[in-house]
Protein backbone atom coordinates (compact mmCIF):
# COMPACT_ATOMS: atom_id res chain seq x y z
CA UNK A 1 0.00 0.00 0.00
CA UNK A 2 1.41 3.46 -0.60
CA UNK A 3 2.06 5.60 1.82
CA UNK A 4 2.00 9.50 1.55
CA UNK A 5 3.43 11.99 4.10
CA UNK A 6 1.99 15.27 4.77
CA UNK A 7 4.29 17.86 6.12
CA UNK A 8 1.85 21.10 8.07
CA UNK A 9 2.95 24.13 9.58
CA UNK A 10 -0.52 23.54 12.04
CA UNK A 11 -2.02 20.64 13.35
CA UNK A 12 -4.91 19.57 10.64
CA UNK A 13 -8.29 20.46 12.73
CA UNK A 14 -6.65 23.87 13.48
CA UNK A 15 -9.16 26.58 11.98
CA UNK A 16 -7.85 28.37 9.08
CA UNK A 17 -7.99 27.96 5.11
CA UNK A 18 -4.66 25.94 4.49
CA UNK A 19 -5.93 23.83 7.65
CA UNK A 20 -8.77 22.63 5.73
CA UNK A 21 -6.81 21.74 3.44
CA UNK A 22 -5.17 19.40 5.24
CA UNK A 23 -7.83 17.70 7.08
CA UNK A 24 -9.87 17.38 3.45
CA UNK A 25 -6.72 15.70 2.07
CA UNK A 26 -6.19 13.33 4.66
CA UNK A 27 -9.79 12.32 4.53
CA UNK A 28 -9.72 11.96 0.44
CA UNK A 29 -6.16 10.44 1.18
CA UNK A 30 -7.64 7.62 3.50
CA UNK A 31 -10.96 7.26 1.39
CA UNK A 32 -8.34 6.31 -1.73
CA UNK A 33 -7.35 3.16 0.85
CA UNK A 34 -3.53 5.08 1.04
CA UNK A 35 -1.40 5.53 4.66
CA UNK A 36 -1.12 8.96 5.34
CA UNK A 37 1.29 10.34 7.93
CA UNK A 38 0.85 14.19 8.87
CA UNK A 39 4.19 15.52 10.70
CA UNK A 40 3.11 18.79 12.48
CA UNK A 41 4.46 21.23 14.81
CA UNK A 42 3.65 20.72 18.55
CA UNK A 43 2.56 22.29 21.61
CA UNK A 44 1.73 21.52 25.10
CA UNK A 45 -1.80 20.12 24.21
CA UNK A 46 -0.62 17.67 21.30
CA UNK A 47 0.71 14.04 22.14
CA UNK A 48 3.57 13.06 20.27
CA UNK A 49 2.34 10.18 18.14
CA UNK A 50 -1.22 9.56 17.30
CA UNK A 51 -2.59 6.39 15.41
CA UNK A 52 -5.82 6.08 13.99
CA UNK A 53 -6.67 3.92 11.29
CA UNK A 54 -4.60 4.74 8.93
CA UNK A 55 -3.68 8.27 9.90
CA UNK A 56 -0.60 8.32 12.10
CA UNK A 57 -0.61 12.39 13.74
CA UNK A 58 3.28 12.58 14.44
CA UNK A 59 3.79 15.79 16.57
CA UNK A 60 7.10 17.48 17.71
CA UNK A 61 7.57 19.43 21.03
CA UNK A 62 9.81 22.49 19.73
CA UNK A 63 10.50 26.08 20.73
CA UNK A 64 7.63 27.92 21.78
CA UNK A 65 8.43 30.55 19.31
CA UNK A 66 8.27 28.36 16.35
CA UNK A 67 5.46 26.45 17.82
CA UNK A 68 3.77 25.87 14.47
CA UNK A 69 6.15 23.94 12.14
CA UNK A 70 8.85 21.78 13.60
CA UNK A 71 12.32 23.70 13.19
CA UNK A 72 14.36 22.52 10.59
CA UNK A 73 12.09 19.04 10.01
CA UNK A 74 15.27 17.86 7.45
CA UNK A 75 17.59 17.19 10.51
CA UNK A 76 14.73 15.52 12.85
CA UNK A 77 14.69 11.78 12.61
CA UNK A 78 11.06 11.15 12.80
CA UNK A 79 10.30 13.33 9.99
CA UNK A 80 13.94 11.14 7.76
CA UNK A 81 12.17 8.13 9.09
CA UNK A 82 8.75 8.58 7.58
CA UNK A 83 9.74 10.73 4.59
CA UNK A 84 11.99 7.52 3.47
CA UNK A 85 8.77 5.13 3.83
CA UNK A 86 6.74 7.51 1.92
CA UNK A 87 5.81 7.35 -1.61
CA UNK A 88 4.83 11.32 -2.00
CA UNK A 89 5.41 14.13 0.28
CA UNK A 90 3.20 17.12 0.60
CA UNK A 91 4.57 19.82 2.12
CA UNK A 92 1.67 22.34 3.11
CA UNK A 93 3.09 25.83 2.95
CA UNK A 94 6.75 25.53 4.21
CA UNK A 95 8.00 28.33 5.90
CA UNK A 96 11.47 29.37 4.92
CA UNK A 97 13.64 28.14 7.64
CA UNK A 98 11.94 24.87 6.41
CA UNK A 99 13.06 24.93 2.87
CA UNK A 100 16.28 22.89 3.95
CA UNK A 101 13.78 19.58 4.32
CA UNK A 102 12.22 20.07 0.70
CA UNK A 103 15.47 20.30 -1.11
CA UNK A 104 15.97 16.97 1.32
CA UNK A 105 12.92 15.16 0.04
CA UNK A 106 13.59 16.17 -3.82
CA UNK A 107 17.12 15.94 -4.22
CA UNK A 108 18.41 13.50 -1.27
CA UNK A 109 15.47 11.35 -1.04
CA UNK A 110 14.31 11.83 -4.65
CA UNK A 111 10.45 11.31 -3.56
CA UNK A 112 8.29 13.26 -5.72
CA UNK A 113 7.06 15.98 -4.12
CA UNK A 114 4.08 18.55 -4.26
CA UNK A 115 4.12 21.82 -2.38
CA UNK A 116 0.52 23.70 -1.72
CA UNK A 117 1.42 27.58 -2.01
CA UNK A 118 -1.34 29.14 -0.33
CA UNK A 119 -0.01 33.02 -0.10
CA UNK A 120 3.15 35.57 -0.79
CA UNK A 121 4.51 37.12 2.14
CA UNK A 122 4.43 40.89 2.72
CA UNK A 123 7.72 42.03 2.47
CA UNK A 124 9.95 44.88 0.87
CA UNK A 125 10.35 44.77 -3.17
CA UNK A 126 14.07 43.85 -2.53
CA UNK A 127 13.57 40.99 0.21
CA UNK A 128 10.54 40.08 -2.25
CA UNK A 129 13.09 39.79 -5.24
CA UNK A 130 15.29 37.61 -3.10
CA UNK A 131 12.37 34.93 -1.56
CA UNK A 132 10.89 34.80 -4.74
CA UNK A 133 14.12 33.46 -6.65
CA UNK A 134 15.41 31.36 -3.66
CA UNK A 135 12.07 29.85 -3.82
CA UNK A 136 11.92 28.76 -7.49
CA UNK A 137 15.37 26.89 -6.94
CA UNK A 138 14.25 25.34 -3.84
CA UNK A 139 11.02 24.58 -5.33
CA UNK A 140 12.38 23.26 -8.59
CA UNK A 141 11.71 19.69 -9.28
CA UNK A 142 8.48 19.83 -7.27
CA UNK A 143 4.41 19.79 -8.56
CA UNK A 144 3.13 23.46 -7.09
CA UNK A 145 -0.62 23.63 -6.23
CA UNK A 146 -1.54 27.40 -6.14
CA UNK A 147 -4.27 28.08 -4.56
CA UNK A 148 -5.63 30.79 -7.03
CA UNK A 149 -4.58 31.82 -10.91
CA UNK A 150 -2.88 35.13 -9.47
CA UNK A 151 -0.66 33.18 -7.08
CA UNK A 152 0.07 31.02 -9.95
CA UNK A 153 1.20 33.85 -12.32
CA UNK A 154 3.03 35.26 -9.64
CA UNK A 155 5.19 31.93 -9.11
CA UNK A 156 5.39 31.62 -12.97
CA UNK A 157 6.86 35.07 -13.92
CA UNK A 158 9.78 34.61 -11.44
CA UNK A 159 10.75 30.97 -12.82
CA UNK A 160 8.16 28.29 -15.27
CA UNK A 161 7.67 25.78 -12.55
CA UNK A 162 5.25 22.64 -12.65
CA UNK A 163 2.14 24.88 -10.89
CA UNK A 164 -1.50 23.79 -10.76
CA UNK A 165 -4.03 25.63 -9.51
CA UNK A 166 -6.18 23.65 -7.00
CA UNK A 167 -8.97 26.51 -5.22
CA UNK A 168 -10.19 25.82 -1.60
CA UNK A 169 -13.40 24.51 -0.26
CA UNK A 170 -15.72 24.22 2.09
CA UNK A 171 -17.46 21.10 2.88
CA UNK A 172 -20.81 20.20 0.56
CA UNK A 173 -22.28 18.44 3.77
CA UNK A 174 -23.22 21.70 5.79
CA UNK A 175 -26.55 21.75 6.74
CA UNK A 176 -27.38 25.61 7.44
CA UNK A 177 -31.23 24.57 7.28
CA UNK A 178 -32.96 25.71 10.73
CA UNK A 179 -30.31 27.01 12.35
CA UNK A 180 -31.20 29.21 15.31
CA UNK A 181 -30.66 33.00 14.45
CA UNK A 182 -28.72 34.95 16.72
CA UNK A 183 -30.55 38.42 18.45
CA UNK A 184 -29.61 41.02 15.44
CA UNK A 185 -31.45 43.45 13.90
CA UNK A 186 -34.38 42.48 10.79
CA UNK A 187 -31.70 43.93 7.81
CA UNK A 188 -27.82 43.67 8.85
CA UNK A 189 -24.85 43.67 6.71
CA UNK A 190 -22.07 41.34 8.24
CA UNK A 191 -18.04 40.92 8.96
CA UNK A 192 -16.92 37.96 10.45
CA UNK A 193 -14.07 36.19 11.32
CA UNK A 194 -10.45 36.99 12.87
CA UNK A 195 -10.20 40.51 14.67
CA UNK A 196 -6.74 41.57 12.88
CA UNK A 197 -4.92 44.39 11.59
CA UNK A 198 -4.65 43.69 8.01
CA UNK A 199 -8.95 42.68 7.93
CA UNK A 200 -9.15 46.79 7.82
CA UNK A 201 -11.66 46.67 10.08
CA UNK A 202 -10.94 50.65 11.14
CA UNK A 203 -12.20 51.54 7.34
CA UNK A 204 -15.13 49.24 7.95
CA UNK A 205 -15.91 51.74 11.24
CA UNK A 206 -14.98 55.12 9.33
CA UNK A 207 -17.64 53.72 6.85
CA UNK A 208 -20.26 52.81 9.21
CA UNK A 209 -20.07 56.88 9.98
CA UNK A 210 -20.90 57.68 6.65
CA UNK A 211 -23.68 54.83 6.53
CA UNK A 212 -25.76 55.68 9.80
CA UNK A 213 -28.73 53.91 8.17
CA UNK A 214 -27.11 50.30 7.68
CA UNK A 215 -27.22 47.88 10.43
CA UNK A 216 -23.98 46.46 10.74
CA UNK A 217 -22.77 43.08 12.39
CA UNK A 218 -19.00 42.63 13.66
CA UNK A 219 -18.64 38.68 14.89
CA UNK A 220 -14.98 37.54 16.05
CA UNK A 221 -12.65 38.05 18.39
CA UNK A 222 -9.01 38.48 17.91
CA UNK A 223 -6.52 41.52 18.49
CA UNK A 224 -8.06 44.23 17.86
CA UNK A 225 -11.27 43.63 20.11
CA UNK A 226 -10.41 46.32 22.62
CA UNK A 227 -9.70 49.07 19.69
CA UNK A 228 -13.20 48.18 18.16
CA UNK A 229 -15.18 48.46 21.31
CA UNK A 230 -13.52 51.99 22.02
CA UNK A 231 -14.16 53.38 18.31
CA UNK A 232 -17.55 52.02 18.39
CA UNK A 233 -18.05 53.84 21.58
CA UNK A 234 -15.90 57.27 20.28
CA UNK A 235 -18.24 57.52 16.95
CA UNK A 236 -21.40 56.83 18.47
CA UNK A 237 -21.72 53.46 16.03
CA UNK A 238 -25.40 52.79 17.41
CA UNK A 239 -25.84 50.75 13.86
CA UNK A 240 -22.94 48.63 14.91
CA UNK A 241 -23.75 45.34 17.06
CA UNK A 242 -20.18 43.82 17.98
CA UNK A 243 -20.37 39.87 18.86
CA UNK A 244 -16.98 39.97 20.34
CA UNK A 245 -15.97 36.26 21.22
CA UNK A 246 -15.33 33.00 19.56
CA UNK A 247 -18.73 31.60 17.43
CA UNK A 248 -19.51 28.00 16.92
CA UNK A 249 -20.11 26.71 13.45
CA UNK A 250 -24.02 27.24 14.11
CA UNK A 251 -24.08 30.71 14.98
CA UNK A 252 -21.65 31.65 11.93
CA UNK A 253 -23.92 30.54 9.53
CA UNK A 254 -27.36 31.51 11.17
CA UNK A 255 -25.21 35.14 11.17
CA UNK A 256 -24.46 34.37 7.34
CA UNK A 257 -27.72 32.91 6.79
CA UNK A 258 -29.48 36.30 7.97
CA UNK A 259 -27.22 38.95 6.39
CA UNK A 260 -27.82 40.79 3.24
CA UNK A 261 -24.48 40.95 2.21
CA UNK A 262 -21.08 39.95 3.22
CA UNK A 263 -18.30 42.76 4.42
CA UNK A 264 -14.67 41.83 3.58
CA UNK A 265 -12.81 45.27 3.29
CA UNK A 266 -9.10 43.28 3.71
CA UNK A 267 -5.89 45.30 3.60
CA UNK A 268 -3.14 43.33 2.91
CA UNK A 269 -1.89 40.35 0.68
CA UNK A 270 -1.51 38.07 4.21
CA UNK A 271 -5.45 37.99 3.32
CA UNK A 272 -4.36 34.77 0.67
CA UNK A 273 -8.03 33.79 -0.22
CA UNK A 274 -11.00 34.29 2.17
CA UNK A 275 -12.94 30.90 3.09
CA UNK A 276 -15.36 32.99 4.86
CA UNK A 277 -16.62 34.09 1.24
CA UNK A 278 -16.74 30.98 0.05
CA UNK A 279 -19.30 30.42 3.22
CA UNK A 280 -21.67 33.36 2.15
CA UNK A 281 -21.29 32.45 -0.94
CA UNK A 282 -22.63 28.64 -0.50
CA UNK A 283 -25.87 30.42 1.21
CA UNK A 284 -26.51 33.00 -2.24
CA UNK A 285 -24.78 35.77 -0.55
CA UNK A 286 -23.40 38.91 -2.31
CA UNK A 287 -19.88 40.38 -0.89
CA UNK A 288 -18.04 43.25 -0.97
CA UNK A 289 -14.47 43.18 -0.75
CA UNK A 290 -11.15 44.89 -1.84
CA UNK A 291 -8.50 44.50 -4.45
CA UNK A 292 -5.38 42.87 -3.60
CA UNK A 293 -2.96 41.28 -5.47
CA UNK A 294 -4.35 37.65 -3.97
CA UNK A 295 -7.27 35.19 -4.46
CA UNK A 296 -10.00 37.19 -3.09
CA UNK A 297 -10.76 38.57 -6.09
CA UNK A 298 -10.47 35.40 -7.54
CA UNK A 299 -12.85 34.31 -5.19
CA UNK A 300 -15.44 37.03 -5.70
CA UNK A 301 -14.66 38.97 -8.72
CA UNK A 302 -15.97 42.73 -9.15
CA UNK A 303 -19.73 42.75 -11.00
CA UNK A 304 -19.79 38.74 -10.29
CA UNK A 305 -20.53 38.25 -7.32
CA UNK A 306 -19.40 41.03 -5.40
CA UNK A 307 -18.55 44.88 -5.60
CA UNK A 308 -14.58 45.36 -5.13
CA UNK A 309 -13.37 48.55 -3.86
CA UNK A 310 -9.89 50.39 -3.23
CA UNK A 311 -8.49 49.02 -0.11
CA UNK A 312 -7.98 51.48 2.86
CA UNK A 313 -10.56 53.35 1.08
CA UNK A 314 -13.61 54.06 3.77
CA UNK A 315 -15.77 56.44 1.47
CA UNK A 316 -15.60 53.98 -1.17
CA UNK A 317 -16.72 50.95 1.29
CA UNK A 318 -19.31 52.93 2.94
CA UNK A 319 -20.77 54.07 -1.01
CA UNK A 320 -20.42 50.17 -1.95
CA UNK A 321 -22.60 49.12 0.97
CA UNK A 322 -25.17 51.84 0.22
CA UNK A 323 -25.35 50.59 -3.31
CA UNK A 324 -26.25 46.99 -1.72
CA UNK A 325 -28.24 48.21 0.81
CA UNK A 326 -30.70 49.96 -1.10
CA UNK A 327 -30.52 48.01 -4.04
CA UNK A 328 -32.30 44.65 -3.42
CA UNK A 329 -32.12 43.42 -7.32
CA UNK A 330 -28.42 44.16 -7.30
CA UNK A 331 -27.54 42.44 -3.75
CA UNK A 332 -30.21 39.19 -5.05
CA UNK A 333 -28.54 39.09 -9.02
CA UNK A 334 -25.02 38.73 -7.02
CA UNK A 335 -26.27 36.40 -4.41
CA UNK A 336 -27.49 34.37 -7.52
CA UNK A 337 -23.90 34.29 -9.06
CA UNK A 338 -22.53 33.37 -5.83
CA UNK A 339 -24.08 29.88 -5.45
CA UNK A 340 -23.37 29.40 -9.18
CA UNK A 341 -19.95 30.41 -8.95
CA UNK A 342 -19.65 28.68 -5.39
CA UNK A 343 -20.79 25.28 -7.83
CA UNK A 344 -18.72 25.95 -10.48
CA UNK A 345 -15.33 26.01 -9.19
CA UNK A 346 -15.32 25.73 -5.06
CA UNK A 347 -17.08 22.69 -4.39
CA UNK A 348 -16.05 19.85 -2.21
CA UNK A 349 -16.40 17.40 -5.00
CA UNK A 350 -14.34 19.64 -7.67
CA UNK A 351 -11.73 19.94 -4.60
CA UNK A 352 -11.61 16.30 -4.74
CA UNK A 353 -11.62 15.43 -8.08
CA UNK A 354 -8.63 17.93 -9.25
CA UNK A 355 -6.41 16.12 -5.81
CA UNK A 356 -7.68 12.72 -6.87
CA UNK A 357 -6.52 13.55 -10.49
CA UNK A 358 -3.02 14.97 -9.73
CA UNK A 359 -2.47 11.89 -7.44
CA UNK A 360 -3.08 9.42 -10.26
CA UNK A 361 -0.81 11.56 -11.61
CA UNK A 362 2.31 11.91 -9.15
CA UNK A 363 1.90 8.14 -8.00
CA UNK A 364 1.17 6.87 -11.38
CA UNK A 365 -1.79 4.74 -10.51
Not at 78 to 106: D, G, H, M, R, T
Not at 307 to 335: I, Y
Request: proline share 4%.
Amino acid sequence: MKKILIHSNYHPNNAGGIESVVSKLINLIILLDYDVTCFFGGNKNNVDTQFQNKLTLVSRKILKKFSGAPLLSFGNFFFIKYAKASNLIIFQEPFPFLWPSVIFAIRVLRIPVIVVVHATPSASPLVMRIYTKLRSIVFNGAVIVTTSPKLKDQIDAVCPMNTRVIPLCISDSINFDGLETIKAPSRYCLYFGRLASYKGLEYLLEAAQLVPHINIVIAGDGPLSSFISTKIVHYQLSNILFLNRTMTEEEKYALIKGSDFLLFPSTSENEAFGIVQLEAMRMGKAIINTWLESGVNFVAPHGVNALTVDRCDSAQLSSAMHELWGNRLLTNQLGLNSKIRYSELFSEIRFENNWRALFKEVLND
